[in-house]
């Protein structure tokens, strides 16, 4: 069974007095273990894809079914609680926090089981992504661009969660820092067995996925 | 992470912002305990004066004592008839007065000079009591009083030493019995001095001469002052002159039946101090008033008809000038005084006797006045301080919760609880609330003293009342110690309290903006 699958999604802005639809009747479902890249010209509603699927934004119509449940049913927030994380184009870290505390905050919300020793946890995630104790123990602020988008995806592993969305993870990144960041992320989906969904402009990106999908053939079909 | 955790890092990663913070709350606490603590120990030290103001009414009339008058005032006086009619009035309306329900008590006095059968020293002191010509040549000064329970006996001013006060059937029937102060003595032609007791008799004379006999000077040829024994000669051979001049004679004898005193006069004894001072112009004895009065009647009807048979050969003679010595009416309760009032009003529109009243509220202001500045002034500075603290704190608080959206943002996209993140927001401020609360609790004690200090100083704050106003407080009342009253209430507010009310309206605004963190979405916030 898919970890989540996603059947008619519908959703719409309104735009002055008629709705503009983004997204029109789109079903899609997504394994653990896999590496998937959301493509599509700008403005398609990736974006919109992703917020819906990390139940950021709830669909007109249409379910979302994570591990066979809608996740209306679980409870938006416990739902992004225990089974999502987001990595943010452009980072989001908290700035006053150095990167280790960052990771721990993400750590004390999710109500998933993580082991005793929070710290040690935190530093071997940031480890894992290349960032050394003495770069942890740095304010993010003062870290790259690249190193704070580690520090990201080790917030968003250090959860345990199943599932990681990502929007553009490497929009603002140099070619030499994105391709450590996909490789990061493809780690994550194959090694790790999590189930990674990129939001991408990225052909490198959308080179190294399991599966592409174009949101501008499967959504705008229907669209005048 | 610790929620604690998060909420420490905030406030001490951010220092900058959160020092701006302690600053703010802690400059608009000390405005607002510090006028709290104002309002509250004005109102405490106000409730204290009212109480201690009794509900008393004191009437100014045209025929009181004139001894504190300029004489310009002197002049304008009502004289001789005219003052007759008033004093008839002035009693007539008294009398109605003392019988409204909304009076508990009333009590007034005349005084008047009377010939005494022996010479009479109201003092131990030699040259006090030179001061009193009344006392020494065969004169005594006596006051009518129209209760038993006089006013100043009433009043704790003066006490009976020795035998007993009236009873009320003596002042009803005016018997002639008499009240003389403690230490006062008959002296005889050696000058021995006898101590005067009770069941001791004092003739009063009340006399009309048809001249006056200057007195021989008090000083020899040589310009020296005389002796008392010499001077008590000068008197005898006064006494014999106006025996010459006098027309009508009229001797009554009184019994002594008590003595009384005042305790400050014994006080003041010791230190050497002999001058007496009541609430009368001069020591004296005290009758019944009804005695009095009579004897008034008698002098009046006699005097005219001296008068046409024109047997005066000096007018002054002929003077029936009479003085109310006090006045004073107890109410049943503040609360009748407007009542009291339109009734005096009538009474004083029927007997056309033009008094002023007196009542307890003019001297609730007068010494009450800057203190009720204070009270008022504080009233205003809090009023305006919770507005103002509550203006400024949901501003900051709601640009500090703009300034930190993403942050919140954050937190909620990782599932975080919103109502987990209100109260993170909100224990941040509660702690910020206690260490600049906590702060002004040591300031705010001294900035309220500062405030007090700067518009009543203290040190130099004296009421002076009125001999009418004094009759309107307790024996007890002192404004000295009314403010150190004050100053002790500085000390001992409670500050807890204020603390607490200070906390809730710095917490008040918080909550309101926090409010703002409810309708975030962080998808518009971080995507
Ligand atoms: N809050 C909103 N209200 C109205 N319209 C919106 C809103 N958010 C996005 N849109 C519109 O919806 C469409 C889809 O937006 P979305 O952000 O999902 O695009 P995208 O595919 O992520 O584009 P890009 O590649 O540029 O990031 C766009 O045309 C955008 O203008
Ligand atoms: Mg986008």
Redo the contacts with the bound molecule.
Sequence with gaps: MSILEVKDLTFS???GDVK?I?LDHISESFDQGKFYAIV????????????LIAALDKPESGSIMYQGKEISEIGYEKYRRNHISIVFQNYNLIPYMNALENVRVAMGITENPLGDDMTRLALEHLFSVGIDEKKAKRRVNRLSGGEQQRVAIARALSTNVDIILA??PTGNLDRKSSEVIVDLLSELAHQRNKCVIV?T?DQNVAKKSDKIIN?QTIGMKLKS | MKRLERILLSIIRRPVKSLILILLVFVCANVISGSIILYNSTQTIKNDIMRQILPVAVFKTLVDNPNDLSPEEWFELPKDEENRVLMDQTIKSFEEIKQLDEVNYGDYALSASFWTDQNIRLNTDYESSLNTIDSAYKHLMVYGVSEADSYYFKKGIIHITEGRNFTDEEIQSGAHVILMPSGSFFIDEKNQLTAIKPNDSIKLISRICSDRVLFDDYFNANGEEIKELDRLKVYEKHNQAVKDTILDENTVEFKVIGLYDDAHFLEKQKRGDYSREIGFSNYGGLVPLNFYLDCYQDRVKKIKQFDELGLFRDDSQKNLMRFLEYNVFMLNDSNDIPVFSEMIQEINEKYQTDMLVKLNNDVYLKIAGPLEGINSLSKFVLVVAVFVTMLILFSVSMIFIKERKTEIGILLSMGEKKGNVVSQILLEMILICFLAIGGSMLTSKSLSQKVEDSILDHKNYRIELSKEEEMMVDESFSAVELMSNYEELLDTSNMFTVSVLSLILVLVPTCVSVLYVLGMKPK?IL?
């Design positions: 802005y309104p735009d503009r983004i599509g010209f700008s403005g398609c509603g990736k974006t919109t894809f992703l917020s929007d553009e939001v402009h949101l | 518009e995507m």
